[in-house]
C-alpha cells in the first residue's frame, strides 16, 4: 500500500516538476523571452526540444532557415541564438562581461582544461601555461614535424596513384584509392601527438588508427582512435542540452543500441588519452627534456615546475588530442572537397603554388607559402562556408544582465552565435552559399575578418588557431602542387553529421600525379 502511494507521488513530482512547472514558466516568462520566435513548437517550454534537434543530422540548417526570419530565436526556455554580426563583440568580444555557459561544467570531467574552464582567473592561470608553446613565433619549432607527416601522406599517396582521367570521363570503382577524409585524419592525429607528446603514432605509416589504450589499473587493449572520438560526440551532442538531466539521461540512453555502444566507445576514450598521458610521463620521470605541449603543462621555460595536478593534465591532454586533430581534419577535408568542386578555383591556386615552388618540390617550406594571399583566401573561404565546429558556443550573461546587439538581455541568459549562421550574412558576405576565395583578397578581405568566426574570437577564441593553419596550409600546398583529384561522379556530394562539429564522411578520390597529367596533355595536343 506505502510502495503505490510513493510510487503515485513520484510519479506525480515528475510530471510537475518535467510538464506543469515548464509550461507555467514559460506562460509567466519572467525574463520576456517570449517575444523571440521559438526554433521549435516547445523550445520555449522545454530543453528537451533542442535534444530532439541534436538528433537530425544537421540542425544547423534549420536554425538557419529560423534566423531568415529573425535576428534572435529561443532555441531553448533559457537560450537566444543569434545571427546580428553585432552580437559577436557583445557576446565573444575580449571585454565581454559573458561568461561560459553552464554547459561546459556539464561536460566537463574530474578537472576542467583549457576549453571547458568557466573561471576567468582560472583560465587565465591556464592560458598563461600554454600561451608560448602556441605563439606564431615558436611555429618553427613545429614545422618539421608537420614536414614529416606531410611526408609521410605524400609516400602514401604516390602508392595510390592511378592513370590520369580522361576529359569527360567519370572514374571507375578500382580507380578511387584515396579517402580523403580518412588520411588527412591520420595526419592531424599524428601531428598532435608529435607536437604535443612527441609520439609517433605512425597511423600514416600503418594506414590505419589503431593505437593502445590504457586502463586506470594498468591493463592495455587495442582499439580505433577516431571511432572512439567520433562516438564521444555524437552521445554527449546528442543529450547535453538539457544540463540538469544529463547525468540521468546518461544511464536512460544506455538502454538504446545505437546510444549504449558510443558511451561503451567513450570509456575507450579516456583510456586513450590516459594512455597517451602516462606514456609521456615516464618519459619526462626519466629525464627526457622535449619541445612539445607536455613539456610546457610540467614546468615554465626556467625549469621551474608548474604544479598542476595530474587530472588537470590528463584534461588537458584530452582536448589537445580532441579538437587539436579532429576540427583541422574536417577543414583540410573541406578545403578539398570545394577545390575540386571548383576547378576553376583549383587551377588559379595551382597556378599561384607553382609559382613559388620547384617543379619536383616534395614538401613546401611554410615560410614560402604561409603568404600566397589566394592560398589563404581559399582556407578561410572553406572555413566560412562549412566551419569545422558549427554549433554557436554558448555563453551566460552576468547576473545583471546586458546589452546584445542593442537589445538588453536579462541575467543569467544563455546565449550564442553559431559560426554557420554568421558566415551567411548577406549582407558581408553576398552570395554566401557560393564558394568565393576572391572575397577575402585585398582591404576589402581584410575587413571580414571580424565577422570570421570559426575559430571564435576575444580571450576564448582557438589558442591553436596557428597550429591549424600551420598544418592547413603546408599540407594543401604540398598535395595541389603534386596532384591531381576526381569525385566518383560529377556533383558528388559528401553525407554530412553535426554534433559539436559539422563532420563529413568519407571522401574516396580518384588521384594522380600532376606531371602525369602534364604528360597526357602533351600527348593529347601532339596527337
Not at 599517396?157 to 582521367?165: I, V
Not at 538531466?245 to 558510443?262: D, V
Not at 570545394?338 to 617543379?359: T, Y
Not at 582591404?443 to 565577422?451: D, I, P, W, Y
Request: hydrophobic share 40%.
Amino acid at each position: 500500500m506505502y510502495g503505490l502511494i510513493f510510487a503515485a507521488i513520484t510519479v506525480f513530482s515528475c510530471f510537475c516538476y518535467g510538464v506543469i512547472y515548464p509550461v507555467a514558466y514559460y506562460f509567466y516568462d519572467p525574463k520576456g523571452l517570449r517575444k523571440y520566435p521559438n526554433l521549435n513548437l516547445l523550445s520555449g517550454i522545454t530543453d528537451f526540444s533542442f535534444i530532439w534537434e541534436a538528433n537530425q543530422p544537421f540542425r544547423s540548417s534549420k536554425l538557419l532557415e529560423a534566423h531568415k526570419k529573425s535576428p534572435v530565436v529561443r532555441i531553448g526556455p533559457n537560450s537566444l541564438s543569434y545571427s546580428d554580426l553585432a552580437a559577436i563583440k557583445d557576446i565573444y568580444g575580449h571585454s565581454t562581461p559573458c561568461s561560459k555557459d553552464v554547459f561546459y561544467d556539464t561536460l566537463a570531467g574530474t578537472h576542467h582544461h583549457l576549453a571547458d574552464v568557466r573561471d576567468k582567473i582560472e583560465h587565465q592561470r591556464k592560458r598563461r601555461v600554454l600561451a608560448s608553446a602556441y605563439a606564431l613565433k615558436n611555429l618553427e619549432a613545429w614545422e618539421h614535424k608537420v614536414t614529416d607527416k606531410t611526408s609521410r601522406l605524400i609516400t602514401v599517396f604516390d602508392k595510390l596513384c592511378t592513370a590520369p582521367l580522361e576529359p569527360g570521363s567519370s572514374p571507375t570503382a578500382e580507380d578511387l584509392t584515396v579517402d580523403y577524409r580518412s588520411w588527412t585524419n591520420f595526419f592531424t592525429l599524428d601531428a598532435i601527438a608529435d607536437i604535443g607528446l612527441s609520439e609517433r603514432l605512425g597511423f600514416l605509416d600503418a594506414g590505419n588508427d589503431l593505437c593502445i589504450a590504457e586502463r586506470m589499473d594498468g591493463s592495455t587493449y587495442m582499439i580505433n582512435y577516431r571511432q572512439c572520438l567520433h562516438a564521444t560526440a555524437r552521445a554527449q551532442a546528442g543529450i547535453v542540452w538539457a544540463f540538469s538531466w544529463f547525468r540521468f539521461l546518461t544511464q536512460l540512453s544506455k538502454l538504446i543500441p545505437s546510444y549504449r555502444r558510443r558511451w561503451k566507445l567513450n570509456e575507450g576514450w579516456n583510456d586513450i588519452v590516459y594512455a597517451r598521458a602516462q606514456n609521456r610521463l615516464r618519459r619526462y620521470r626519466a629525464g627526457e627534456k622535449l619541445e612539445d605541449f607536455f613539456q610546457c603543462l610540467m614546468e615554465d621555460k626556467a625549469g621551474h615546475p608548474n604544479r598542476m595536478d595530474w587530472g588537470e593534465i590528463v584534461a588537458e591532454v584530452s582536448i589537445m588530442m580532441n579538437a587539436g586533430s579532429d576540427t583541422t581534419a574536417i577543414a583540410m577535408n573541406n578545403v578539398m572537397f570545394q577545390l575540386i568542386k571548383h576547378p576553376h578555383v583549383l587551377a588559379k591556386l595551382r597556378k599561384e603554388l607553382d609559382s613559388v615552388m620547384d617543379e619536383d618540390e616534395r614538401v613546401v617550406s611554410y615560410e614560402k607559402v604561409r603568404h600566397l594571399p589566394y592560398l589563404r583566401a581559399c582556407l578561410d573561404e572553406s572555413l566560412r562556408l562549412l566551419p569545422p565546429t558549427s554549433f554557436g558556443l554558448p555563453r551566460r550573461t552576468p547576473p545583471s544582465g546586458m546589452p546584445i546587439a542593442g537589445t538588453f538581455v536579462p541575467g543569467n541568459t544563455s546565449v550564442s552565435i553559431s559560426a554557420y549562421i554568421a558566415h551567411r550574412d548577406a549582407q558581408v558576405f553576398p552570395d554566401p552559399e557560393d564558394f568565393v576565395p576572391e572575397r577575402w583578397l585585398g582591404e576589402s578581405g581584410k575587413e571580414l575578418q571580424s565577422a570570421f568566426i570559426s575559430f571564435s574570437t576575444g580571450a576564448r577564441g582557438c589558442i591553436g588557431r596557428n597550429i591549424s593553419y600551420l598544418e592547413q596550409t603546408v599540407l594543401l600546398a604540398s598535395v595541389v602542387h603534386r596532384y591531381c583529384f576526381a569525385f566518383e561522379r560529377e556533383g558528388w556530394e559528401p553525407k554530412r553529421f553535426e554534433t559539436f562539429n559539422l563532420s563529413p564522411g568519407s571522401m574516396w578520390l580518384k588521384v594522380w600525379r600532376q606531371d602525369d597529367e602534364g604528360e597526357r596533355q602533351r600527348e593529347n595536343s601532339n596527337a
